[in-house]
């Protein structure tokens, strides 16, 4: 994706072909940032502090980060205890897990004078794999943008948290539609939730939109159900950090609740996500661990002030608890369907089976 007109992903093999470079998300939408990772530990770190997030970018960050462990030390041991401490990095979004799994599956079976660059090949092969994916999602995606235009007006999008080139390796999944819809002439609006308490809405996908040219408006998080009350909402997409086998999406903590309006108030709810964010394993989406991150998310904001300089303020009495559970689950009857690399399906097993029908016999892809 362009920001001001350059074409940017959000991660890349360093100049020097020793280390990662990514796009740090903690300094947006105030400061672009690049942040050089250079050990396998850094790259944990970058996933666990969301210097990188979406759960199909920290997939390829810890694939990246095997192949920092690899070049560091070969060993079966050095690698495996590497492979575990970036697999455990974040313990809600699959694609973590399954991106490490299959480096590390790659790179044990080679020799060890061969397996940094064994680890480099397969880490960008599945960068490459992951935009292919998302540009696939777009082109589907942007059919049912274009089935809920009425005539030549503006199709408005509700979408919640970031999971657009920010939250990827580039395009996203949630906004691949909308930028595939917006590049091809259609009109398109994009209602913004704000995404409390770390306001990813608010902070990046604003700021990826604007950096697009895509017409765009930041709301709180609870005015979406009014805005569908109201007939301002054409459809919903959002992504997903995991999707169990009977189409229970795991999602950004408020997503459920997007879900629930949309239903009351007949506005298609679409959930838009690759391969590797299903997870065959799980029957149901209560199986799904969720994260807990820290109260202090909750209790305080860093923002610009008037003067320009970056603050972080207290919101809440000194005293006050704060919990803060990460993501929630959508029940799969709450969801139109889903968007994937292969086409548009059910939210349900046969729907995904149906996209995916080697996941029947070695169940897991």
């Known amino acids: 994706m362009k920001i001001d007109g350059i074409a940017y992903r959000t991660i890349w093999r360093g100049a020097d072909g020793r280390s990662v470079e990514v796009i740090d998300q903690t300094g947006l939408p105030h400061a672009l940032r690049i942040r050089s990772l250079t050990t396998a530990e850094a790259a944990r770190d970058a996933i666990a502090d969301m210097v990188v997030r979406g759960a199909p970018l920290i997939g390829v960050t810890g694939a990246y980060g095997l192949a920092l462990a690899a070049q560091a030390d070969p060993s079966d041991a050095a690698l495996e205890r590497a492979a575990h401490m970036l697999a455990e990095a974040r313990p809600t979004a699959v694609n973590l897990r399954w991106a490490v799994r299959r480096a590390a599956a790659k790179v044990l079976s080679q020799a060890p004078a061969d397996r940094a660059a064994a680890a480099w090949a397969e880490a960008h092969a599945i960068a490459e794999e992951d935009v292919a994916a998302c540009a696939a999602i777009g082109r589907h995606g942007e059919a049912l943008i274009r089935q809920a235009r009425r005539g030549e007006a503006t199709v408005n999008i509700l979408t919640h948290c970031n999971a657009g080139w920010l939250a990827t390796v580039d395009w996203g999944t949630a906004l691949a539609p909308i930028y595939a ?3 091809a002439g259609v009109a398109v609006h ?11 809405g608010a902070a990046l996908t604003a700021w990826e939109l604007g950096r697009h040219g895509v017409p765009h408006t930041v709301i709180a998080d609870n005015a979406g159900g009014h805005l569908m009350q109201l007939g301002q909402v054409d459809l919903c997409i959002v992504g997903s950090d995991r999707v169990a086998a009977n189409g229970d999406v795991c999602n950004k903590i408020g997503t459920y609740l997007k879900a629930l309006a949309a239903r009351d ?5 679409y959930v838009a996500l690759p391969f590797s964010t299903i997870d065959w394993s799980l029957e149901r989406g209560a199986d799904i661990p969720i994260e807990a991150r820290s109260g202090r998310e ?3 904001q860093t923002g610009l002030d008037d003067e320009g300089m970056l603050r972080t303020v207290r919101l809440t009495p000194e005293h006050s608890a704060a919990v803060n559970p990460a993501f929630d689950v959508t029940p799969a009857r709450l969801v139109s369907a889903i968007i994937t690399e292969r086409g548009v399906c059910e939210a349900s097993a046969a729907g995904l089976q149906g996209l995916y029908p080697e996941a029947i016999a070695v169940g897991r892809t």
Do not use: K, L, S, Y
Not at 190 to 200: A, F, L, M, Y
Not at 265 to 269: E, G, I, L
């Open 298 to 300: 909750v209790t305080h």
């Open 181 to 183: 819809a917006h590049d």
């Open 265 to 269: 108030n007949d506005v298609p709810f």
């Open 190 to 200: 994009v209602w913004v939730d704000e995404t409390r308490p770390r306001g990813q």
